[in-house]
């Protein structure tokens, strides 16, 4: 299995550290606003990563971090803490507020909780001893109640980024008030500011910087040396790059592999809402209903690669599901009129070299870096397969439909891998199913009386009202919501 290397910038081997167990740490939400579908993108790719390699039978240790002190939450909570509590309570409640916003689109989206979630706020004491490392190896340096990082004491600094550290300085600058040496030194702890969260350190009250955080819970939950450290392409400078440095500068070896997920644009632009074009994971959810349609985008495009939302794709992507749901309703009807039942399908043979091949192009796929659009295709291969194995049949014996059972099975498997619930037809919710099984079967009866009007009349009002397509066949009506 090859996966590419942020750091090295070429497709390696994956070998764990210890054989068959991986640990993973990943740079996660700042919660000071609702998650939008850019913050979707990254969470899911690393939930399928995590997902692929637990069934290529690895033990996963999945940590994802939480920031829940940092400029851009207390600024949020100033507007709070006008009216209402101070602005150290103020920032408590505005953190709480969108972790649980994040975490209830998490689970909107299907997308799994990690292992461990560690919030900076618990790792304060932590993260003082670590930056008193730093100082008595000579690599952070305090002043006026602040400590910084001295970059110059770092070695490779730029690395993985790529980028070379004279041409940084150059263009870097120490803004007014700041009192570090170099443009290119970062804060490790911070002085405190009038009525701000702060704790108390060697150094006088404060906070800490924003970098060390990671470097200080990822250690200390995965070990000084871990496996993959992954997260959004924005975040190598000055993030990760950071990262590394202080880790190294305190004697640690840090991670082996990084990955890093493109990132989202909308029609061609960057999300935001001064453009008016900020969607959050709630307002795509209410609106469509289906996560599976924004996964679907988001599995098109190689993790690496940006991707652009847009209306029309998310319609393509709709198309893309409906394959999936005409295809099992197809397969169920059969399955149904034949007898055949799922266990019998896990017992079938007749499928075995169509079914070996999917889950080969599947894993192959997987297996160089995540290329999700051709796991993705070798999917709709096997919709396919089994479409040509119906097509111009109308009576299928208990084996042959025993075998469509298990393309059916293999798919909905794979797609999990994927976070896809294919199997299931969301558009479905807002559908009053019981009023529509009464309209069938009104236009049921019709037609046997001979009644074609009537029944056309009622197919008319099912299609213009509710929205409902319907399919006959020798086993019966079938109906799905329109996109």
Not at 205 to 212: A, D, L, S, T, Y
Request: hydrophobic letters at 35%; a negative charge.
């Amino acid at each position: 299995m090859k996966i590419y290397n942020s750091l090295t910038r070429k497709k390696e081997d994956l070998v764990p550290i210890e054989a068959k167990k991986i640990g993973i740490y990943v740079c996660g939400p700042t919660v000071y606003d609702e998650p939008h579908i850019g913050h979707a993108r990254s969470a899911y790719i690393f939930d399928v990563i995590r997902r692929y390699l637990v069934y290529k039978g690895n033990d996963v240790k999945f940590v994802r971090n939480v920031t829940d002190v940092d400029d851009k939450i207390i600024n949020r909570a100033k507007d709070l803490s006008k009216d209402g509590p101070n602005l150290i309570e103020a920032t408590k409640q505005i953190s709480k507020k969108y972790l649980d916003s994040y975490h209830r689109d998490m689970e909107l989206l299907g997308i799994g909780h990690p292992d461990r979630e560690p919030k900076a706020t618990e790792y304060i004491p932590k993260m003082i001893k670590f930056i008193e490392i730093l100082i008595d190896k000579g690599s952070a340096y305090a002043v006026d109640g602040g400590v910084y990082f001295d970059v110059k004491k770092a070695r490779d600094y730029g690395k993985l980024s790529n980028q070379n550290i004279e041409k940084m300085e150059a263009g870097a600058r120490v803004s007014l008030g700041e009192k570090k040496k170099d443009g290119l030194d970062f804060a490790l702890w911070k002085s405190a500011k009038e009525g701000e969260p702060s704790w108390d350190s060697p150094w006088g009250k404060g906070r800490p910087g924003w970098h060390i955080e990671c470097s200080v819970m990822s250690s200390d939950i995965l070990g000084d040396e871990f496996d993959i450290h992954g997260g959004g392409i924005d975040l190598i400078f000055p993030h990760h790059e950071n990262e590394v440095a202080q880790s190294e500068g305190a004697g640690k070896k840090f991670a082996h592999y990084w990955i890093h997920n493109g990132l989202l644009t909308i029609d061609g632009e960057k999300m935001a809402k001064s453009l008016g074009n900020f969607i959050s994971i709630q307002d795509f959810i209410k609106k469509y209903r289906d996560a599976d349609y924004l996964k679907l985008l988001f599995l098109n495009t190689h993790y690496r690669h940006p991707v652009d939302y847009s209306e029309e794709k998310i319609g393509e992507m709709k198309i893309q599901k409906e394959r999936f749901m005409i295809l099992f309703d197809k397969i169920d009807r059969i399955a149904k009129a034949s007898g055949s039942g799922l266990s019998a399908a896990s017992e079938t043979t007749g499928n075995i070299e169509a079914g070996d091949l999917s889950r080969a192009k599947f894993d192959d796929a997987m297996d160089d870096d995540f290329n999700t659009p051709l796991a993705l295709a070798s999917l709709f291969d096997e919709v396919t397969y089994a479409n040509k194995l119906m097509q111009g049949k109308d009576d299928f014996t208990r084996f042959e439909a025993e075998n469509l059972l298990a393309i059916k099975k293999q798919i909905v498997e794979l797609g999990r891998i994927l976070a896809l619930d294919i199997e299931k037809d969301l558009t479905k919710t807002d559908v009053n199913e019981t009023e529509v099984l009464r309209l069938i079967g009104e236009r049921n009866g019709a037609r046997a009386k001979g009644d074609f009007k009537a029944a056309d009349e009622i197919r008319k009002k099912l299609s213009g009202e509710l929205g409902i397509i319907l399919e006959d066949t020798k086993e019966g009506t079938s109906w799905r919501k329109r996109s």
